[in-house]
């Protein structure tokens, strides 16, 4: 029989996994579905569009973002079940021998790559958001296209934000895991 503390921190890797994949599952929704429409200002009479539309398709340091959330969502999508199994049963799923090993995963690969895809998110948007304003601050340059652009980098913050509290949270499920080692 499992003590009471043992089944609180596994409770609390459950709902902290549950709450990592709640916040990368809404970061990729946010960042897979901001776009800006920007109209070219010098269009090319032999070209068919005037406007392009713009994604996170279009910047490197977004599609990062975009594929740490996707592996992200997959990662704690498969952790999920065992959690709960933990939670259930009372003790390790899949033994004491393992239980390091995801400790390892969980702070090494995981924890880091969340952590780089904020860093990429929140830098790119930050220097992007920057020129920007240096970019239309005089009369001569179009504000609602600024506004526009703002706009959808504010989403990217968003979308970057969440990915920093699952990565937050992947902290407590680190340190509620290495407690329970500990104990052992």
């Avoid at 029989?1 to 990592?20: E, N, P, Y």
């Avoid at 901001?34 to 569009?49: A, G, I, M, R």
């Amino acid at each position: 029989m499992a003590s009471s503390s043992s089944k609180a921190g596994s409770i609390a890797v459950l709902v902290l996994r549950v709450f990592v994949f709640l916040c990368l599952l809404v970061s990729l929704v946010v960042i897979a579905t901001d776009t800006v429409t920007v109209t070219d200002p010098d269009p090319d009479p032999y070209s068919e569009s005037e406007t392009t539309k713009l994604g996170f398709k279009d910047v490197i340091a977004y599609r990062y973002v975009f594929s740490v959330d996707v592996i992200g969502c997959f990662y704690t999508l498969l952790q999920l079940p065992f959690s709960a199994l933990n939670t259930i049963r009372g003790r390790k799923f899949l033994g004491r021998k393992t239980f390091p090993l995801y400790i390892f995963i969980d702070l090494q690969v995981f924890s880091l790559l969340f952590a780089t895809g904020v860093g990429a998110g929140f830098g790119i948007t930050v220097d992007v958001k920057r020129q920007l304003d240096k970019a239309f601050r005089g009369e001569y340059g179009d504000r609602s296209l600024a506004n526009d652009i703002d706009k959808a980098l504010d989403l990217v913050h968003v979308s970057t934000g969440f990915v920093l509290v699952a990565t937050v949270c992947m902290a407590f499920i680190i340190l509620t895991s290495t407690f329970a080692l500990a104990k052992k």
